[in-house]
């Protein structure tokens, strides 16, 4: 039986691709390697779910705030598998698989590489997304490709569905893909940048300040819900989609109060400290300004 050390960290994703490996009784993962616990509400560290279900289910646990040493229980596994880690990963532990330490990126690399390839596809209306499983280098999305498997992006997909889907996909295909490297049944290619890399686009960070959108362009998209929005050269449907529920769409009123969308169709607004209700309900507050 394969032996793996899991790396996981984001959100409950994670845990789609490590509970699909545990329940296969397929390997022996021998440790999980996650992030410490953060302060969460009311400023209480809270435990990641990946940690949560580890313990959960006797899984060794290692939330580390470095990697800069091996933990000494560990023994080495046939394989490093990084499933939404968002870290960089140092040669030590590279080294420290037998076999061969593997990253499943949420993107068809090269393109897309980087911490926010779901959102990306979604803002530029692409129809396909997929998974790249990686042999992990010393470089973010960079080392070279094992396998690809793509999915549809259907029109309703938003970041947090099409996340699940690629992340139970990457628990799906890595009982099968495994168990092949495993016998040397695997073809490495490297990543074709150089012809392909004007095309190619970066999911580069998304902030708070990417969701808002200014009062006068909220209005516009009252009257036409076809809008550009300049800056992601994209529909508010797309934004919506893409950044729901963090960062969210939200704007200033000319009361100086922010107003989040929560839904676009019906159009449902929550006003800072208040309650979720229907834009029909509130916009005459607006009417005159």
């Not at 598998?81 to 690399?109: D, T």
């Not at 797309?238 to 989040?260: C, M």
């Amino acid at each position: 039986m394969n032996s793996i050390i899991f790396f996981g960290s984001f959100q409950h994703y994670s845990v789609l691709t490590l509970d699909l490996l545990a329940q296969s009784h397929q390997f022996d993962i021998i440790g999980v390697v996650t992030t410490p616990p953060r302060p969460g509400d009311k400023l209480v560290l809270t435990k990641n779910p990946t940690q949560i279900y580890a313990e959960d289910n006797k899984i060794p646990c290692f939330p580390l705030e470095t990697l800069d040493q091996i933990p000494s229980s560990l023994t080495r596994p046939d394989f490093i598998l990084v499933s939404g880690f968002g870290k960089l990963i140092n040669e030590k532990w590279l080294n420290f698989s037998k076999v061969m330490a593997i990253n499943i990126h949420q993107s068809l690399l090269p393109n897309y590489a980087g911490r926010f390839p779901v959102e990306w596809a979604i803002i530029n209306g692409e129809s396909e997304t997929g998974i790249t499983f990686i042999k992990m280098s010393s470089q973010f999305d960079r080392g070279e490709i094992i396998a690809q498997y793509p999915i549809p992006i259907i029109p309703t997909d938003t970041r947090e569905a099409l996340y699940d889907s690629l992340y139970c996909l990457a628990g799906q295909k890595s009982l099968e893909l495994l168990p092949q490297i495993a016998t040397g049944n695997y073809h490495l290619a490297p990543q074709d940048l150089g012809s392909n890399i004007q095309h190619l686009i970066y999911a580069r960070q998304i902030t708070r300040d990417d969701g808002f959108i200014d009062w006068q362009f909220f209005q516009k998209y009252l009257n036409n819900h076809q809008i550009i929005h300049p800056k992601f050269n994209t529909d508010l449907d797309h934004l919506f989609r893409a950044f729901v529920p963090w960062p969210g769409i939200w704007t200033i009123t000319p009361k100086k109060e922010r107003l989040k969308i929560t839904n676009l169709e019906p159009l449902i607004v929550q006003i800072e400290g208040k309650k979720p209700t229907s834009w029909d309900t509130i916009k005459s507050n607006f009417d005159t300004i």
